[in-house]
């Protein structure tokens, strides 16, 4: 704005060169103040949006005592697991972040997301940050919510232990020239929630990973694999079409 405001009157001055040389030293002197508490409202305006961006983020303690509160709360949902025994994922936080609100905007809530692997089930935390108080629990009736960082570390693992797609993604590697892979480590993963359109495919019920890999070139392997986290089974996308 202020850049725009100096154009125009530097227009005005030269359109006019007579306002200029008639202007007196204390002219000049008040222009200058005008144009100094206009920078400084500027500044102002700037430093309080920053200060209001920061202000309304989460705080490093704020974000742990929420996932506390959000883990320690029990699940009211009838057990609906595969198996009898507890599942090696348990419970996942998938994550922590502010309650975008456009009324009552001076509240500070955070939304947990949470998935239980031995309920099957899916849950929004809410928490009050200023009180420290539980707001609310809401069920989530989707498996689909967007994988954490262990989900992801889980998935590349039984990926790596799987022979059949660690041998064809192999063969891709030798018809390129590449060194074979023993493992992900000098990949490019890119993994995924899997929501497949066909309602009737397991995935549509239960959580999969579904895993785009390149090469050092960023050329992506045909083989896809897609996992089945609720099962811990691995297969490849084409398969499973």
């Keep these: ?74 699940w009211l949902q009838p057990r609906n697991a595969l198996t009898q025994n507890e599942h090696s ?8 972040e502010m309650d975008e609100r456009k009324k009552n905007k001076h509240l500070r809530r955070a939304r947990v997301y949470q998935f239980n692997y031995n309920t099957q089930q899916s849950r929004l935390i809410l928490i009050d940050l200023d009180s420290r108080q539980l707001a609310a629990t809401k069920r989530i009736d989707s498996v689909h919510l967007p994988l954490n960082e262990q989900e992801i570390a889980a998935a590349r693992a039984m990926v790596e232990q799987d022979g059949d797609i660690m041998a064809a993604l192999n063969l891709e590697q030798q018809s390129r020239h590449l060194a074979p892979l023993s493992d992900l480590s000098t990949v ?3 993994a ?44 490849t996308l084409q398969q499973s079409l």
């Design 1 to 74: 704005m202020c850049a725009q405001l100096d154009n125009v009157l530097m227009l005005k001055v030269f359109r006019r060169p007579s306002v200029l040389s008639n202007l007196s030293t204390s002219g000049l002197r008040r222009l200058g103040t005008v144009f100094a508490i206009a920078l400084l409202g500027m500044t102002a305006v700037s430093q309080s949006s920053v200060a209001a961006s920061v202000s309304a983020s989460m705080t490093t303690e704020e974000q742990e005592f929420a996932e506390l509160v959000a883990t320690t709360r029990p």
């Design 89 to 96: 994922l348990g419970v996942q936080t998938l994550s922590i």
């Design 188 to 190: 490019d993963v890119k």
């Design 192 to 235: 995924s929630i899997f929501e497949p359109a066909d309602s009737t495919h397991v995935c549509a019920i239960e959580r999969c990973a579904l895993l785009s890999l390149f090469d050092q070139s960023r050329t992506v392997f045909s083989e896809e694999p897609l996992v089945n986290l609720q099962r811990l089974t691995v297969s």
